[in-house]
T-cell receptor
Framework: GAGVSQSPSNKVTEKGKDVELRCDPI?????LYWYRQSLGQGLEFLIY????????KSGLPSDRFSAERTGGSVSTLTIQRTQQEDSAVYLC??????????????FGPGTRLTVL | GQNIDQPTEMTATEGAIVQINCTYQ??????LFWYQQHAGEAPTFLSY????GLEEKGRFSSFLSRSKGYSYLLLKELQMKDSASYLC?????????FGQGTTLQVKP
């Protein structure tokens, strides 16, 4: 009965380094989302995976950002050559997707990324 | 654009009623969500409106008017634990598009 989990909870890195953030969605949820919450800002959509469909990458801010979802479950968000403006809380969410419906997204606790 | 506007901060008294407004300038969305987020925690679902009108859920109610581009979240019998950020979001093509959130402080 676990919820969405993310790791690490906190990550401090140096500018220019690559980071990987992991998300374990709720078992059976077919949709997985990544959002970013910068200090004092609202949540910003990054990317959306739904089943075997091609992901919606329309929210990724630059080509330094990429994400994968392996086996329809775990997802990894990778940020290459991190910049200070990448510092934010990265939130993952998952949901069922039923025909004709927009379903509640369950959020994980987030990964707080600090780029020095 | 898809501007979603909420007041940045609100203050209310324990036991009172507070209304948090959300206005938006987007069309073609499927529905509107309200989430609650305590500091340092994940957002949690409060309500979802698809049709115009009021959805009531215990102490929390949410209202949507598509013609006016307007929603509100109504919190009754405020408790100290209701101090949190309240996030308005429309859902479009599966993606949530959030406002900046309203930080509510409940005072004794």
């Amino acid at each position: 009965g676990a919820g969405v989990s993310q790791s690490p909870s906190n990550k401090v890195t140096e500018k220019g380094k690559d980071v990987e953030l992991r998300c374990d969605p709720i078992s059976g949820h077919t949709a997985l989302y990544w959002y970013r919450q910068s200090l004092g800002q609202g949540l910003e959509f990054l990317i959306y995976f739904q089943g075997n469909s091609a992901p919606d990458k329309s929210g990724l801010p630059s080509d330094r950002f990429s994400a994968e979802r392996t086996g329809g479950s775990v997802s990894t968000l990778t940020i290459q050559r991190t910049q200070q403006e990448d510092s934010a809380v990265y939130l993952c969410a998952s949901s069922w997707v039923l025909a004709g419906g927009d379903n509640e997204q369950f959020f994980g606790p987030g990964t707080r990324l600090t780029v020095l | 654009g898809q501007n979603i506007d909420q007041p940045t901060e609100m203050t209310a008294t324990e036991g009172a009623i507070v209304q948090i407004n959300c206005t938006y300038q987007t069309s073609g969305f499927n529905g509107l969500f309200w989430y609650q987020q305590h500091a340092g925690e994940a957002p949690t679902f409060l309500s979802y409106n698809v049709l115009d009108g009021l959805e009531e859920k215990g102490r929390f109610s949410s209202f949507l008017s598509r013609s006016k581009g307007y929603s509100y979240l109504l919190l009754k019998e405020l408790q100290m634990k209701d101090s949190a950020s309240y996030l308005c979001a429309v859902i479009k093509a599966g993606k949530l598009i959030f406002g900046q959130g309203t930080t509510l402080q409940v005072k004794p």
